[in-house]
């Protein structure tokens, strides 16, 4: 399996502060994406970025893509409580929309 | 909006029971998926379908079968539920690669928590 990790696996922060999370996969890819899962829910999508892309903003949102290191991360600013979700990355299998998803972290944004 | 529609929430099944948790999507997807969810192990696919009728195995698709009879409908079934089915399950949908709009973003509907007693 290609699955891709989160890191860390857990964040607590205040709020205001900016939230960075890491996203390690295994093989080359066409697309990444980070989604939201607020608890007991289901995910909701964030942003995609393309293999060819290094660098996509939405909003608060800041993606950024190595594919040499096989890594992305999720930048989100001034975070909010609202932010308080898992956040998961997903990667796609070559010339599928088959996506695999990460373990997630869990983000805690205390006001 | 695109609209997942599980149908059920919550279910509480006791060993041996078939099971069926179906899913609807309103948005002609092509792609449609079934995740589980389990703490610390993050969403693993199950099954997917591409089409009506047609189906790929996923990474975990044993003790599971799944049923694409119209688009808009897939159906994830448990012959025989065991207590290590117990799980949150994920239906999720997205268009086909033969779309123009080929984001490639999931839908995903709100999850069927299911307990085998």
């Known amino acids: 399996s290609q699955q891709g990790e989160e890191d860390p696996q857990a964040l607590s922060i205040q709020e205001g502060e900016n939230a960075t999370m890491n996203c390690s996969y295994k093989t080359s890819i066409n697309n990444l994406q980070w989604y939201r899962q607020n608890s007991g829910r289901g995910l909701v999508h964030l942003i995609l970025i393309r293999s060819n892309e290094r660098e996509k903003h939405s909003g608060r949102l800041r993606v950024t893509l190595d594919t040499s290191k096989k890594s992305s991360s999720l930048l989100i600013t001034a975070s909010r409580a609202a932010d308080t979700a898992s956040y998961f990355c997903?990667?796609?299998?070559?010339?599928?929309?088959?996506?695999?998803f990460g373990t997630g972290t869990r983000l805690k944004v205390l006001a | 909006d695109v609209k997942v529609t599980q149908s059920s929430r919550y279910l509480v099944k006791r060993t041996g029971e078939k099971v069926f948790l179906e899913c609807v999507q309103d948005?002609?997807?092509?792609?449609m998926f079934w995740y589980r969810q389990d703490p610390g192990l993050g969403l693993r696919l199950i099954y997917f379908s591409y089409d009506v009728k047609m189906k790929e195995k996923g990474d975990i698709p044993e003790g599971y079968s799944v049923s694409r009879e119209k688009k808009e409908r897939f159906s994830l079934i448990l012959e025989s539920a065991s207590t290590n089915q117990t799980s949150m399950y994920l239906c999720?949908?997205?268009?086909?690669?033969?779309?123009?709009?080929?984001?490639?973003?999931?839908?995903f509907g709100e999850g069927s928590r299911l307990t085998v007693l």
């Open positions: 999720a949908s997205s268009w086909g690669l033969k779309r123009e709009r080929l984001t490639g973003e999931l839908f």
């Open positions: 948005m002609d997807h092509e792609n």
């Open positions: 997903a990667t796609d299998f070559s010339g599928t929309y088959k996506y695999i």
